[in-house]
Structures are given as C-alpha cells and as structure tokens.
C-alpha cells in the first residue's frame, strides 16, 4: 500500500489479480499513461485517460456507456461501474499511484486500485499487450 499522511492509502493489486479480475469483467482499467506510450504498448480494454486530464468526470464517462447518465446515483441498466472495481496503470506504478491520489482526493470512498509495476510489470509477468505497430 503507497500512502503519505495528507492523504488516503492508495491500495496496490498486482498483475495477476488484475488478470483475473478483467478476465471477470470485475474492473474497469484506465491507462494514465501518454498517447504515444499507449500507442506503442498497451493492455487490451485499458481506457486511456492521460495523468494530466485525470478527474472523477472523466472517469465517468469512460465507465459508462450511456450519454445521459452522471454515475452518481445512476440507475440505467447499461451503466458499467456498478460493482466494478477501478484499477489504474501507468509505466511503473508512479503516475498511477499519483492518478489515484487525486481520484481519492476527490472521492475517499472510491473502490480504486494502482496496478504495482505498471505495464512493465504486466508485460514481465508474460501478458499480452497490444500495440498500434501490430
């Protein structure tokens, strides 16, 4: 667990928890990362929101498919965030660790989690990536 004393702990899962977890439908990813880096190498169904726009609005609108909801207090049957759990990555785990220090700052009882290692730790522990060069 990554924490500072001005703000919540930042909860850590690792690679294979999240493989699980997305092989579940249980979490939604969200890649903190820059454009060209997601370009180059990224993990299939991550939802690419930079560290510089990161923000609950904009997590919002990339867990739920319908225009009209606010998530909030959503009731549409499409919604995706319910029951979900958020999970962040980045390169090694630093932006997301910072990306989720915000959210928290935001919303301190948000389900959300920073991928330890980031990519590089997904990619060492053998899974797949894709990438705009395939």
């Known amino acids: 667990m990554i924490f500072d004393l001005f703000s919540a702990p930042v909860k850590e899962i690792d690679c294979e928890t999240l493989k699980k977890w997305l092989e579940k439908n249980e979490a939604i990813l969200i890649d903190v990362r820059e454009i060209e880096e997601n370009e180059a190498s990224r993990i299939e169904g991550a939802k690419l929101i930079p560290l ?35 999970v962040i990555h980045c390169r090694s785990g630093m932006r997301s660790a910072s990306a989720c220090k915000r959210l928290l700052s935001e919303n301190p009882n948000l389900e959300i989690y920073n991928l330890k290692g980031g990519i590089l730790a997904w990619i060492d522990a053998g899974n797949e990536i894709l990438s705009d060069d395939q």
Do not use: F, V, Y
């Open 52 to 86: 510089a726009k990161i923000c609950l609005e904009k997590i919002s609108d990339a867990k739920c498919k319908n225009p009209n909801c606010t998530c909030e207090n959503c009731t549409c049957e499409n919604c995706q965030c319910h029951d979900k759990k958020l």
